[in-house]
């Protein structure tokens, strides 16, 4: 977003009408979402969105006709600032790296609990990548299983003991709350060792994150026992 004292303006493209009012319902509750627009199908929502020039597009991955990985991207050719969202039942490991690969913001799955999808928005809206939790490790194995390159293992002699306990809880899909309770530290703390990992390694996203830790088969490395911070 440009004007972060902006409400966050949202295109919901979705075939199910009683879903569609269900979400608008929720977000016109809180100031800094504004909804903008609505659209059926792919071809309706593409041309919302590049009339509307939305922040966020929560996009339905099963539609008839255009799908949701087809419209997303055509919708990135038109609105290549927006950040697309796909919000669906499907829990397939394929679906979700091909989105994500497809050019997706993030992947959310539709009984997502209404404060971490909130969340979810606005992290998406301010740039970040956001994908269920539950989701995280699917893709990180369908990412490493398809044969991506790893960033080179000297990059880790770049981290503190600490932050490998992090990378360690990302590889294993733990949110923020969980690694914070594992490693008896401040959830404060443990975002602020997100953000260093993140930068030491030079990393966009937890789930790049994620990608390298398995990469380097960390993630059944044990928590660390040592309590600073």
């Known amino acids: 977003m440009d004007n972060p004292d902006q409400p966050i303006r949202v295109l919901l493209v979705d075939d199910h009408s009683l879903f569609r009012s269900g979400i608008r319902s929720l977000l016109q ?16 929502g593409i041309k919302r969105a590049r009339q509307l020039q939305p922040d966020v597009v929560l996009l339905d991955l099963n539609m008839p ?14 609105c290549p600032r927006a950040a697309i969202v796909m919000l669906t039942v499907s829990e397939q490991s394929a679906d979700l790296a091909t989105a994500m690969r497809s050019g997706a913001r ?7 609990e209404t404060d971490y999808l909130l969340r979810a928005i606005r992290r998406a809206a301010a740039g970040d990548t956001v994908v269920a ?14 044969g991506q390159a790893a960033a080179p293992a000297s ?6 003991p600490r932050e490998k306990d992090i990378l360690a809880c990302l590889a294993r899909g733990e949110s923020n709350k969980s690694i914070a309770r594992n490693l008896d530290l401040a959830e404060s703390t443990v975002k602020i060792h997100v953000q260093n990992v993140l930068k030491k390694l030079k990393l966009a996203s937890r789930v ?3 990608v390298f830790a398995v990469e380097h088969r960390l993630q059944h490395a044990a928590a660390g026992t040592d309590k600073a911070g």
């Open 208 to 210: 790049q994150a994620a």
């Open 65 to 78: 006709g255009m799908s949701g990985v087809e419209t997303l991207q055509l919708m990135q050719q038109d």
């Open 155 to 160: 990059d880790l002699d770049k981290l503190t």
């Open 106 to 112: 993030g992947y959310l799955i539709k009984n997502i």
């Open 133 to 146: 939790e539950a989701m995280t490790a699917k893709l990180v194995a369908e990412m490493t299983g398809a």
């Open 29 to 44: 509750r809180h100031a800094d979402f504004d909804v903008v627009g609505e659209a059926a199908d792919g071809v309706e």
